[in-house]
């Protein structure tokens, strides 16, 4: 009975465990990892992929996956630095033609996923390289800096009762979200649709309407996210949106194997989105070379995942 409450355990919460070690092993062997400035900067860099992979998540808690952040990062990014320095928009504005880019992104995608049974992957794959395209026709393939924009900037780098602005807004994001998914029933009936689209049909659920949803509100965090990002990193890289891609399909696979058997779920995006940031971190601090680090990303990223699977009998799958 001990062993099978332990293999429990493990099952749901041996991801964080790991998450736990290798926090407490760079505390220990890396320098200045634990001092406050450098915790602020890993809340900092968190804040992109964390929104990114609460947009991620809700697609994948209605059965299906969106890449199309790769794109829609880089693009709305530099919708944001092309519209606050080049023609002089407030940055509200620039975030709110941002998110709408990016909600437009998700419902060309819910719709044709959702309406006409094409695959997710393809179609996301297919956004994705929209809108790089129209990220490179936009910059002329020229990186776009934001300057003397004390307004703007201050997003990235100013604190409020000593926490950054971006993990403030991060935790309000999840507040929010957490809020829907539990108490509205837009959020409880996308995931049933995930779980079993049959039974959702039965029930007389929208399916075609809520899987739209869900795919436009990934948009939209993927749009709020690029913008952010750029504001983040004084402007606009071209293809930034490919740095941020990895991580956050990382922690949102990582993310589902905990808290919930092999299920999608706020609170291990969020963790996990945590551990990939600690680990380049961390890494970057004990001087590891820079082509080690995915290599160490994808060997604990293993090991974590084949510890809590070791003793299950069904591995539950997005389906996409």
Excluded at 11 to 36: D, E, K, M, P, Q
């Amino acid at each position: 009975m001990a062993s099978k409450r332990w293999a429990d355990f493990i099952s749901l919460y041996g991801s964080l465990l790991v998450v736990i070690i290798i926090t407490a092993f760079f505390c220990l062997f890396a320098r200045r990892f634990a001092c406050w400035d450098n915790i602020q900067n890993i809340m900092v860099q968190t804040a992109i992929i964390g929104l990114t992979s609460l947009g991620l998540v809700t697609v994948m808690m209605a059965g299906e996956i969106d890449l199309s952040m790769g794109g829609t990062i880089g693009f709305t990014g530099a919708l944001l630095a092309g519209l606050v320095m080049q023609q002089g928009y407030s940055l509200f504005s620039a975030l709110g033609v941002c998110i709408l880019v990016g909600l437009a992104f998700g419902f060309v995608s819910g719709w044709l996923v959702a309406r006409y049974g094409l695959s997710s992957f393809l179609v996301s794959v297919s956004i994705m390289f929209i809108a790089m395209g129209l990220e490179r026709a936009y910059t002329h393939g020229l990186t776009v800096w934001i300057r003397k924009r004390p307004d703007v900037l201050f997003l990235a780098q100013g604190k409020i009762a000593g926490l950054p602005v971006l993990m403030i807004i991060l935790l309000a994001a999840v507040v929010i979200y957490w809020l829907w998914q539990t108490q509205f029933n837009s959020g409880i009936y996308i995931r049933a649709i995930g779980e079993n689209i049959d039974a959702a049909r039965e029930a007389g659920i929208r399916v075609v309407f809520l899987k739209t949803v869900a795919f436009m509100i990934a948009g939209g965090f993927f749009g709020f996210s690029g913008a952010l990002n750029a504001i983040r990193t004084s402007g606009n890289v071209l293809y930034s949106g490919q740095h941020v891609w990895i991580p956050v399909l990382g922690a949102c696979f990582f993310g589902a194997t905990m808290f919930t058997r092999g299920k999608p779920n706020i609170l291990g995006a969020v963790v996990g989105s945590f551990f990939f940031t600690i680990i380049l971190n961390g890494l970057t601090l004990t001087h590891v070379a820079f082509y080690m680090v995915p290599i160490v990303q994808g060997l604990i990223l293993i090991g974590a995942v084949g510890v809590t699977a070791m003793r299950r009998k069904e591995i539950e799958q997005v389906k996409f």
